[in-house]
Structure formats: structure tokens, C-alpha cells
């Protein structure tokens, strides 16, 4: 039975309903450890804008699970006690769908996502996560590059949503980008002039103390996400 991952994201409005989110990210940890069929879960906050900042968005959480089926993951969102005590907290919700088709580097020294590399197809919705810990030495150097970088994403006709988020502020960073096709990101992760340099000083400069990317067939979504066009991915 194939494996099957879920991103969740949590849109709070209002302070009381804000912290009630903070609060949750140390107590919902507890709360989510002993998932049925989880094998991978991790609670994100976010950056302040679309997430790529250095100051915090209060108002924007995500929750990731990879699970080891997809019967798994749909038990989780219509069950789990914890997900149905957001509803009176949240303004909007979204999950995402994913089925990763291919995966390198870890997360916190595991690889959490096995991939199928022939359910890749290039002309149909892709997602992509890259996450990475930051060298300590170098976050002045890693974090004066990131405006541009995320100003040269959205200026990509086929990419509709990108987010950053992260399990601890500066240090470690993970992004969510949503495409309209797989060739797209393609030809953005190598052949944008930008983003080209950007991975090069990544390397050289040895920005990362430990990177992942993984890249997923979208299955589906529900929810709503504000400035998120869901038509637009024909599912």
C-alpha cells in the first residue's frame, strides 16, 4: 500500500486565538506523537509576509504528516481529537495531498519519504519542499539572500503558492511551493539565473549544515487558503 503525506496549514485570527496557536506549538506535540499509522509528523510555524522572514507570523501554523497509507492520513483528519480543536480557533484551513516522487538529503539526520520515481510527470501539478538547518556562522550571509530569492519565486508564471515555514526560528527553514506542472519548477530550480547562483554559493559557502528537497504528485486538496487558486491545479 503506497505511503501518502499530508501538509496542513492554520490560518488564526484574533489575539486570544493566536496564542491559543503558539500555545499548541509545545503542547500539540504531545498530543501528536502517537499518531496511528504516522511515520513522519513535524509542527511548523511561519515567517511574517509569505513566510520568508525573519520575523514570525502568529497567525499562520502548519502541520506535516507522512503516513503509511493514504486510509492512514484520512483517519487523521476526520478523527484526531487534536485537528477537531482548531476548528474553533482557526479562519481557514487547508490540507494539501502529496505522494512524494523523489527525495534526497535528511531531516533531522532521517530521510522521512520514500518515493516513487515512475509516478512523476512532468506536465501535471507538482509540490516541493526544500528544508535545510542553517550553519550558525553563516545565517547573516544565508538570510541577506533570501528577499530576492523568494521575489525571483513569485515572479514565476506557473508557480501559484509558496510558503516559508520552520520547527525553530532562523535555524530551520523548510519552503512549500505549489506548481501548475512539473517542468516549470524544472526550468526555475535550473535555469533561473538567480536561483542558479543562489544553490552555487549554498555549496560553496557551506550555508547548510543539512538540506532535504523533496518533490511531490499533488492527489488532491481541501480547505481554502486565501490567494490560493485551487481550479488552477485541475484536480
Excluded: C
Excluded at 487523521?76 to 523523489?102: G, I, Y
Excluded at 520514500?114 to 538547518?133: K, L
Excluded at 528537497?213 to 490560493?228: D, K, N, Q, S, V
Aim: glycine letters at 10%; a neutral charge; zero cysteines.
Amino acid at each position: 500500500m503506497p505511503q501518502h503525506t499530508t501538509l496542513t496549514f492554520f490560518r488564526y485570527q484574533g489575539v486570544q486565538n493566536r496564542f491559543w496557536a503558539i500555545s499548541q506549538m509545545g503542547i500539540a506535540r504531545l498530543a501528536l506523537a502517537n499518531v496511528p499509522g504516522l511515520r513522519f509528523g513535524r509542527l511548523l510555524g511561519s515567517g511574517g509576509g509569505n513566510g520568508f522572514s525573519l520575523k514570525p507570523n502568529f497567525g499562520v501554523y502548519a502541520y506535516l504528516g507522512h503516513w503509511e497509507s493514504r486510509e492512514a492520513g484520512d483517519t487523521f483528519l476526520r478523527e484526531n481529537e487534536w485537528l477537531k480543536t482548531t476548528d474553533a480557533h482557526v479562519q481557514e484551513r487547508l490540507t494539501v495531498h502529496l505522494s512524494p516522487t523523489m527525495s534526497h538529503g535528511t531531516w533531522s539526520g532521517e530521510q522521512p519519504f520514500d518515493s516513487d520515481p515512475a509516478a512523476y510527470d512532468p506536465n501535471a501539478p507538482v509540490a516541493v519542499i526544500t528544508r535545510a538547518t542553517i550553519n550558525p556562522a553563516r545565517l547573516t550571509e544565508f538570510w541577506s539572500h533570501v528577499p530576492r530569492t523568494s521575489a525571483s519565486l513569485e515572479d514565476q508564471a506557473d508557480h501559484l503558492f509558496s510558503i516559508g515555514v520552520g520547527e525553530f526560528p532562523v535555524f530551520m527553514q523548510a519552503t512549500f511551493s505549489i506548481w501548475t506542472n512539473g517542468k516549470a519548477m524544472q526550468n526555475f530550480a535550473y535555469k533561473s539565473r538567480y536561483h542558479k547562483e543562489v544553490v552555487k554559493l549554498t555549496r560553496e559557502r557551506g550555508w547548510h549544515k543539512e538540506e532535504m528537497f523533496t518533490r511531490f504528485t499533488i492527489l488532491g486538496a481541501e480547505g481554502h487558503w486565501t490567494g490560493l487558486d485551487l481550479s488552477r491545479l485541475g484536480l
